[in-house]
Each structure stands twice: as structure tokens, then as C-alpha cells.
């Protein structure tokens, strides 16, 4: 039995946190100083600094942290990691539907290569989007609650057939004893009032692009003309936000290598009136300017630190705001299963292009290799599905003893396939970074408990 505790100490407002984490039972203990010294010589290493204060200490102590320690072990809140075959369910629960490959803006960074993934600029029909419904439903079994979202390209510019696809699963699930909830994402170009009444009735979820302050987004996101879009994509996105209430939606941006200090578009949207906000590190070559490469990494590490008590101190001072890579539930999380098998890209959750082939997930499509089949004509692979089932983090090597492993669960398999050429191969920039937001969340956790404990 491997043994996984992660032990950091955690700053705010010059308070030191001492913090222990045990990944597989997703318990947190905050603990004073020489538990921690006890504990992270156990289970890590010690710094230098951390290995003359550890040798200060009274050895009776160590013993009785020991032993205590020990006994938590056998309790399963420390130290115990297991590894146990496991395979991902191939019932599928959710599809994302390329509506279009088209875009009315141009992104510098866009994976999707202005939306068409290298493909025909296609508009998907209602033909395709009824088959797709229909598969999904086919394709679920048992599973009560199914999930389709609308993606490109720009769904928006093809809003008839989304209007036509929500009233046609409305149709089929009620059919079927089944019950779909929609989401889409969008870049709020084409968010015009109409839009907006409909998106805010039928979706459960509306995810709206967004990178930040003005500089930043216009810099890198244009119109297919040319010209800059922020000042009327951030106008139709408050729109929205006014009429959304409590519903689920999401402001998403990404920083690049232009915008390290995108803890500052983070809070500008905050500012904007947003407090559902998630920012996520652009994903491209090393050789593209944008990308953020080794050498940068450390310069985002600090940027989250500083998000993190900016984002402490707003929360405790009437202007609270989530952020999606800070979001963590140590009570009510999911499950271990859930946990080690990270997204069901390839099984559970499919992608299908404006002509109905089929992809394990919305990044890969137009990938060569990876079409299961075609809704249209009813073909689907299964040998796909099975090999995606199969990956698990417990079977990605460099995984096997990181702290963070239940929290990413690998991370994407499309930037494993891309960056690293082997699905087994977690992306290798993004490691540090997923841990530091790790940290950062259970920081943050410890933080907040402490206040709420005073009041």
C-alpha cells in the first residue's frame, strides 16, 4: 500500500496555515507547526529550513504525533492510497452537439481553428440533430438524466436548429421517461434579446467567453473583420446576467502568455457584476508566443497565490464571487470512483460534428483515428469507447504518487493526445498549475472555515 499525504503551509494577512491532505479520503487537517513538521517528514520531504526545525524538536513529541498519526492511518484519514481495476461506465449521459463550424470572431489562440476543427465550414441540421437525440437516447440505458450542449464554432449562428433540437428532446424524453437539460456555450456576439429569453428559459447552464479586461480580450479576440467586439460582447453578457438570476452560468476566459497577470482580468470581471467567473490557461505549442511554456509557469504559480487572497478578502467583505478552479467540497464531494476516473470523454460523454460523425470529446473532433461512427448512418465503434473506459488515473504512471491525482484526474485527454502524443501521458504544463490551484482551494477552504467559525 503506497502512503500520499501532501503537508504545506498555506499564508493569509500573515497568519500561517499548516495544512495536511490526504487525497484518497479528500480529508483536509489544519494542524499547528511541529504536526506538520512531524508529518511532512513522514510522508514528503523536508526543506532545509524545515529539517533544523524538525530537529528542535522534543523527541517525546514526534512520538506522540506518531503515534497519533498512526492511528488516522488506520482510520483511513492519512497516508493510505490504493490502487484497484476500475472501468468507466459506456453508458452515455451526454453529448455536445457542434451545431456549427463557423465563427463570428477569430481567436489567436482558438483550438477549433475559427470553429471549423480543420473541417468544412458546416452547419449541422435538424436531420443530424434529431439522429443525435435519438442515439442518446438509445445509448443511455437505465439513465434517467441526459445532458446535451450546444457547442461550435458559435452555436448562435445556428439558432434555428438548436430551437428545433430543445423542442424535439423535450418531445422524445418525455417519450422515453427521460429528462435532458441543455447548456451552451458562446462568445454572446449574437446574445440579442430574443436570444436571450430563450437561452435563459431552456438552459440549465450558459457558459458566455470572456477574457477579462478590455485590452486583453481585443487583443487576442477580434471579429472575422478585424475589429474589436468587447465593448458590445461585455453589454449583451450583462444583459444576461440581469435576467439569469440564480440560474447556472459561467463568464470562462483564457489567459495566455500576453495576460499573466490574469488575476487582475478575474477581478475586473468581478467589477463587471459577474460572480460565477472561470479563467483557464491557454493550451497551445511551445513554439506559438502565446503558449505558456516552462519557463513562465512560475509566474502564473505566484499569480494564483495572489487571486487566492485577493479572492479571500473580497468574499469576506461583501463582494463575493466563485472561481471555478478554487471550488472545492470536502464534505459532500464526489466519490472515489468519480474522482480517479476523471471525465467520461469517449464513453460516457460524446461530441458530434455538424455531419453527424461521432468523437469522444468536442476536442477531438476532426481528429483522424478517432471517429466512433455517424449518427446518420448508425455506424458506431465500440473498440473507442473501450479504450477511453478503460483510462483511469490509476493507470497514468507519472500520476501515481501525486498529491493531486483525485483533483484532475490526469487532466484532458485531448491535450494528453496533442501535447504529449499518448493518452496515458498527463500534459505536462499543466501539472503545476493544477496542483497550485489545489493548494490554493484547500487554503482558501481552511481560510474561510475559520472566519465563519468566528462569526
Given at each position: 500500500m503506497?502512503?500520499?499525504?501532501?503537508?504545506?503551509?498555506?499564508?493569509?494577512?500573515?497568519?500561517?496555515?499548516?495544512?495536511?491532505?490526504?487525497?484518497?479520503?479528500?480529508?483536509?487537517?489544519?494542524?499547528?507547526?511541529?504536526?506538520?513538521?512531524?508529518?511532512?517528514?513522514?510522508?514528503?520531504?523536508?526543506?532545509?529550513?524545515?529539517?533544523?526545525?524538525?530537529?528542535?524538536?522534543?523527541?517525546?513529541?514526534?512520538?506522540?504525533?506518531?503515534?497519533?498519526?498512526?492511528?488516522?492511518?488506520?482510520?483511513?484519514?492519512?497516508?493510505?492510497?490504493?490502487?484497484?481495476?476500475?472501468?468507466?461506465?459506456?453508458?452515455?449521459?451526454?453529448?455536445?452537439?457542434?451545431?456549427?463550424?463557423?465563427?463570428?470572431?477569430?481567436?489567436?489562440?482558438?483550438?477549433?481553428?475559427?470553429?471549423?476543427?480543420?473541417?468544412?465550414?458546416?452547419?449541422?441540421?435538424?436531420?443530424?440533430a434529431?439522429?443525435?437525440v435519438?442515439?442518446?437516447?438509445?445509448?443511455?440505458?437505465?439513465?434517467?438524466?441526459l445532458?446535451?450542449?450546444?457547442?461550435?464554432?458559435?452555436?448562435?449562428?445556428?439558432?434555428?436548429?438548436?430551437?428545433?433540437?430543445?423542442?424535439?428532446?423535450?418531445?422524445?424524453?418525455?417519450?422515453?421517461?427521460?429528462?435532458?437539460?441543455?447548456?451552451?456555450?458562446?462568445?454572446?456576439?449574437?446574445?440579442?434579446?430574443?436570444?436571450?429569453?430563450?437561452?435563459?428559459?431552456?438552459?440549465?447552464?450558459?457558459?458566455?467567453?470572456?477574457?477579462?479586461?478590455?485590452?486583453?480580450?481585443?487583443?487576442?479576440?477580434?471579429?472575422?473583420?478585424?475589429?474589436?467586439?468587447?465593448?458590445y460582447?461585455?453589454?449583451?453578457?450583462?444583459?444576461?446576467?440581469?435576467?439569469?438570476?440564480?440560474?447556472?452560468?459561467?463568464?470562462?476566459?483564457?489567459?495566455?502568455?500576453?495576460?499573466?497577470?490574469?488575476?487582475?482580468?478575474?477581478?475586473?470581471?468581478?467589477?463587471?457584476?459577474?460572480?460565477?467567473?472561470?479563467?483557464?490557461?491557454?493550451?497551445?505549442?511551445?513554439?506559438?508566443?502565446?503558449?505558456?511554456?516552462?519557463?513562465?509557469?512560475?509566474?502564473?504559480?505566484?499569480?494564483?497565490?495572489?487571486?487566492?487572497?485577493?479572492?479571500?478578502?473580497?468574499?469576506?467583505?461583501?463582494?463575493?464571487?466563485?472561481?471555478?478552479?478554487?471550488?472545492?467540497?470536502?464534505?459532500?464531494?464526489?466519490?472515489?470512483?468519480?474522482?480517479?476516473?476523471?471525465?467520461?470523454?469517449?464513453?460516457?460523454?460524446?461530441?458530434?460534428?455538424?455531419?453527424?460523425?461521432?468523437?469522444?470529446?468536442?476536442?477531438?473532433?476532426?481528429?483522424?483515428?478517432?471517429?466512433?461512427?455517424?449518427?446518420?448512418?448508425?455506424?458506431?465503434?465500440?473498440s473507442?469507447?473501450?479504450?477511453?473506459?478503460?483510462?483511469?488515473?490509476?493507470?497514468?504512471?507519472k500520476?501515481?504518487?501525486?498529491?493531486?491525482?483525485?483533483?484532475?484526474?490526469?487532466?484532458c485527454?485531448?491535450?494528453?493526445?496533442?501535447?504529449?502524443?499518448?493518452?496515458?501521458?498527463?500534459?505536462?504544463?499543466?501539472?503545476?498549475?493544477?496542483?497550485?490551484?489545489?493548494?490554493?482551494s484547500?487554503?482558501?477552504?481552511?481560510?474561510?472555515?475559520?472566519?465563519?467559525?468566528?462569526?
Amino acid at each position: 500500500m503506497r502512503l500520499i499525504t501532501h503537508c504545506f503551509p498555506f499564508s493569509y494577512k500573515g497568519e500561517t496555515f499548516y495544512l495536511v491532505y490526504h487525497p484518497y479520503s479528500n480529508s483536509l487537517h489544519v494542524v499547528d507547526k511541529s504536526a506538520y513538521l512531524v508529518l511532512k517528514n513522514k510522508y514528503e520531504e523536508l526543506s532545509p529550513q524545515e529539517l533544523a526545525d524538525f530537529s528542535a524538536l522534543d523527541p517525546s513529541l514526534i512520538e506522540e504525533i506518531e503515534s497519533e498519526a498512526a492511528e488516522m492511518e488506520k482510520e483511513g484519514l492519512l497516508g493510505k492510497d490504493e490502487t484497484f481495476p476500475y472501468k468507466k461506465s459506456k453508458i452515455v449521459k451526454a453529448l455536445c452537439l457542434h451545431v456549427c463550424h463557423d465563427c463570428n470572431l477569430k481567436c489567436q489562440y482558438c483550438f477549433a481553428k475559427e470553429g471549423t476543427y480543420n473541417t468544412a465550414r458546416d452547419y449541422m441540421t435538424k436531420e443530424v440533430a434529431e439522429a443525435a437525440v435519438d442515439m442518446l437516447i438509445e445509448k443511455s440505458g437505465s439513465r434517467h438524466n441526459l445532458e446535451i450542449d450546444f457547442f461550435g464554432g458559435e452555436p448562435l449562428m445556428n439558432m434555428s436548429v438548436v430551437r428545433h433540437t430543445v423542442e424535439y428532446g423535450r418531445r422524445r424524453a418525455a417519450e422515453s421517461n427521460k429528462e435532458f437539460s441543455f447548456t451552451m456555450t458562446t462568445n454572446a456576439l449574437l446574445l440579442n434579446d430574443e436570444n436571450i429569453d430563450f437561452l435563459n428559459r431552456e438552459m440549465d447552464n450558459v457558459v458566455i467567453s470572456i477574457d477579462g479586461r478590455e485590452e486583453v480580450h481585443n487583443r487576442v479576440r477580434k471579429t472575422k473583420t478585424g475589429t474589436d467586439a468587447y465593448a458590445y460582447i461585455l453589454e449583451n453578457a450583462k444583459k444576461f446576467r440581469a435576467v439569469r438570476g440564480n440560474k447556472r452560468y459561467y463568464i470562462r476566459g483564457t489567459f495566455t502568455a500576453y495576460n499573466l497577470d490574469f488575476a487582475s482580468d478575474v477581478l475586473a470581471l468581478a467589477d463587471a457584476g459577474f460572480d460565477q467567473i472561470s479563467v483557464e490557461p491557454v493550451v497551445l505549442p511551445s513554439d506559438n508566443p502565446m503558449a505558456i511554456t516552462e519557463e513562465k509557469v512560475g509566474v502564473v504559480l505566484k499569480e494564483y497565490d495572489k487571486l487566492a487572497e485577493a479572492f479571500i478578502e473580497r468574499r469576506a467583505n461583501g463582494k463575493w464571487f466563485n472561481f471555478f478552479h478554487f471550488m472545492i467540497d470536502l464534505e459532500d464531494g464526489p466519490c472515489i470512483m468519480k474522482r480517479l476516473s476523471g471525465c467520461s470523454a469517449g464513453c460516457g460523454y460524446l461530441a458530434v460534428s455538424p455531419v453527424g460523425d461521432i468523437y469522444p470529446c468536442h476536442q477531438f473532433v476532426g481528429e483522424e483515428g478517432y471517429k466512433i461512427g455517424n449518427v446518420l448512418t448508425g455506424e458506431f465503434d465500440p473498440s473507442i469507447s473501450e479504450t477511453f473506459s478503460d483510462i483511469t488515473v490509476n493507470n497514468k504512471k507519472k500520476c501515481e504518487n501525486c498529491f493531486a491525482k483525485y483533483y484532475c484526474s490526469g487532466g484532458c485527454l485531448a491535450a494528453s493526445h496533442y501535447y504529449e502524443k499518448d493518452l496515458l501521458t498527463p500534459y505536462g504544463a499543466g501539472c503545476a498549475m493544477m496542483k497550485k490551484r489545489l493548494e490554493c482551494s484547500l487554503g482558501i477552504y481552511a481560510v474561510e472555515k475559520k472566519i465563519r467559525e468566528k462569526h
